[in-house]
């Protein structure tokens, strides 16, 4: 981060007409963002929301709810306005971005290949990479992707460690005897791919999938252009937390905008050592619990920068 | 709440283009919003936030970090903008209304005599009343007033039993000795008045103070007025939990913006059955932590308003 202008923001946040330490997590996101933005005071006037959406080999398993053609069905639901996040981003005032990855080749079947070839792979980090270069102050990333809840189940077993059933949860909706299959392509994947793979980034290749691989080079995209970012539930976070594994603090520029009622995200928050701005239940995806939490920024950034001085206001002092 | 708009907003949900419950908490607060605007769908196009300011005679008991004169000093502050609740209220589309509520005249010290007489907390209720009768599709309340933990603090003794040390919280930041003689006063308040009081609104008539009272009577205004309800933190919700110890049930149109970290807030809270909407370690009051949630709400309403249908977006449903 910036220390100047972290300092900044550490100097002005005593003097401002309130207890000290009254606005809570609202002031330490307001030194967090003049950190990252590398400017005070920080401001939250152009955030961005950035859906990946890309398909996957796997979902031939049966490893979803739905249909593997649900992806572009949700897309083009996404490009007329019409789904949860569209709502979202317009009410809390968020420019949306939907970039549909090769959704007509999906990943191949990790259980029998590594999903992505290297080529591919690069073309969809990069297509990351660009959205994370492009202006804004802030940065909501999420995903749209029939079976990716599969995918970052096994990247996370892969990444970190535990059973396939720690990091396996229902997604859309899978219960059961559908649950258990599901774990098994999951560990299966990891069985595979981990003795074969050469670092972290190699095992989002190989478990993740387009959509995956943009999340991580838009982090570092973002990183770059000096973007704080703001990152969404479990797929999105697990495909964000490869850059952890490979670089501890690859991920301070980022906060997690809600945690997910699918149980393998709150295991991926406490690796991290993030806490989610959000708890409200959320299992969505596409951003959603992302951009539900950009208010909670601005406001952070709006006390900061407009709040009167204790000298200002005349008000006493404690 | 209104049956029909609820039923209404219940056969909607699940047609809207996600997979069922995704959405968690934000489906049922767009059914709460529904019954209780009496309308379908539900929309938070016009919130509105009242800051209730008052006066207190055990202020001068040194049971406060702040002197007595901060009071107006922040009703200044609100006036010009300054104060953190102006930035929240400015930031997230919330009106701002403060009601001053007689500064010059501090309730009496509530270890000597009650608070308030009859006359001056009526008229305190009363305008709360008219203020939540006024047109709004959501309310958000909070108060100011230096020494009001402590009132609050004796009111909850009061109504809901335990020790004055369970309700006693650092407020805008007493601790050590000055914490202990705080509870002291909070046990002999509670001690005086219990036995005296005829009702859980003559205790807030004795033990609180004008905006406590207002708040009560904001509640109720709001309810008759099909408006429902953001509550603050510990004095705001506890002055409202007065209502629900006279009528079970009298805070069904209230959820609460934000859990304190003033203690007694989760107490209450528990007591209540109520789950704050937000957990960001805020205790400033100034229904900070009620307009800080206010994007939670407009985002529930938007969602269920905007989203297309799975036939609407022809996409397959699971």
Do not use: Y
Not at 13 to 33: Q, V
Not at 231 to 238: E, M, P, Q, S, V
Not at 295 to 316: D, K, N, Q, W, Y
Request: net charge negative.
């Amino acid at each position: 981060p910036d220390q100047a202008a972290q300092a900044a923001a550490a100097a002005r946040e005593p003097t401002l007409t309130k207890p000290p330490g009254a606005l809570g997590r609202l002031e330490s996101l307001a030194l967090w963002l003049a950190g990252w933005q590398g400017r005070h005071p920080p401001q939250v006037e152009t955030p961005r929301c950035v859906v990946f959406a890309g398909n996957h080999g796997v979902a031939a398993l049966g490893v979803s709810a739905f249909p593997a053609a649900v992806t572009v069905q949700m897309v083009l639901n996404f490009e007329r306005g019409g789904a949860a996040i569209n709502q979202l981003c317009r009410a809390n005032g968020v420019a949306l971005e939907v970039v549909a990855l090769d959704l007509d080749t999906p990943t191949a079947d990790f259980t029998q290949a590594p999903a992505l070839e290297e080529a591919e792979f690069l073309a969809a980090f990069r297509a990351g990479v660009e959205q994370g270069l492009r202006p804004a102050d802030l940065l909501c990333l999420g995903e749209m992707g029939i079976a990716n809840t599969t995918s970052a189940a096994a990247l996370a077993l892969a990444l970190f460690g535990g059973t396939a059933e720690d990091w396996t949860g229902p997604g859309t909706g899978v219960h059961g005897a559908a649950l258990s299959r599901k774990a098994e392509v999951v560990a299966a994947g990891a069985a595979r791919h981990v003795p074969e793979a050469s670092d972290a980034l190699d095992l989002l290749r190989r478990l993740g999938g387009r959509e995956l691989a943009a999340i991580a080079g838009a982090v570092v995209g973002a990183r770059l252009n000096r973007v704080p970012v703001v990152l969404d539930g479990f797929i999105c976070t697990a495909a964000a937390a490869a850059l952890h594994a490979l670089v501890p603090g690859a991920l301070d520029h980022c906060v997690v905008g809600h945690a997910s009622q699918e149980p393998g995200h709150r295991r991926v928050l406490d690796t991290l050592g993030q806490q989610a701005l959000l708890d409200l239940d959320l299992r969505l995806g596409e951003a959603s619990g992302a951009v539900t939490a950009v208010p909670i920024l601005r406001a952070a950034a709006a006390c900061h920068a407009g709040m009167a001085t204790f000298a200002e206001a005349g008000v006493s002092d404690a």
